[in-house]
């Protein structure tokens, strides 16, 4: 699969995906720019900071067909980060941004991204019992046993009726 067509189907699925086209390394919040750099943000009043995709080394053909696809096949809103910059959105987001919607398992998704950012930051550990993080007396021996990585794989071992 190239990686223009990884992009695209991880978009469809989904799952966003930033590849960079260059080599090199880039620092967290920096926009790898030419003539210079600088910081995206997040502003106190909620909009988002932007930047053009090549600026953080994205291909922006290849971003443009991804976000084409997305908004083709049923995304109603979609936007990529790199950097903690804005370098995209679906092409029908103006119409549907910050409406409220039924998410039910996208907050799955946002969760297990979340998780494995505190993983990395060494906050976490997948593999240990969820008992750890929790205050002591909240609820019984065998809850407290599974792991976050049950809980993320939806295979906690319980049985349901």
């Not at 790898?32 to 009043?45: E, H, K, P, V, W």
Request: aromatic share 4%.
């Amino acid at each position: 699969m190239t990686p223009r067509a990884g992009l695209v189907a991880a978009l469809a699925a989904g799952i966003v995906v930033a590849t960079p086209f260059a080599a090199g390394p880039v620092a967290a919040g920096t926009i790898a720019a030419t003539g210079g750099g600088g910081q995206c943000l997040m502003t106190r009043t909620g909009e988002y900071p932007r930047t053009d995709a090549d600026q953080v080394r994205l291909d922006p053909e290849t971003l443009g067909a991804a976000l084409d696809y997305a908004s083709a096949h049923g995304a109603e809103t979609i936007k990529v980060f790199r950097h903690s910059c804005l370098v995209g959105e679906g092409r029908v987001d103006p119409l549907f941004d910050r409406a409220p919607r039924q998410n039910w398992s996208q907050t799955k998704t946002v969760v297990a991204l979340l998780t494995g950012i505190a993983q990395r930051l060494g906050y976490v550990d997948i593999d240990s019992s969820i008992g750890r993080y929790l205050p002591e007396g909240l609820c019984d021996n065998a809850h407290r046993a599974v792991t976050i990585k049950n809980l993320l794989q939806m295979s906690a071992g319980h049985r349901m009726s």
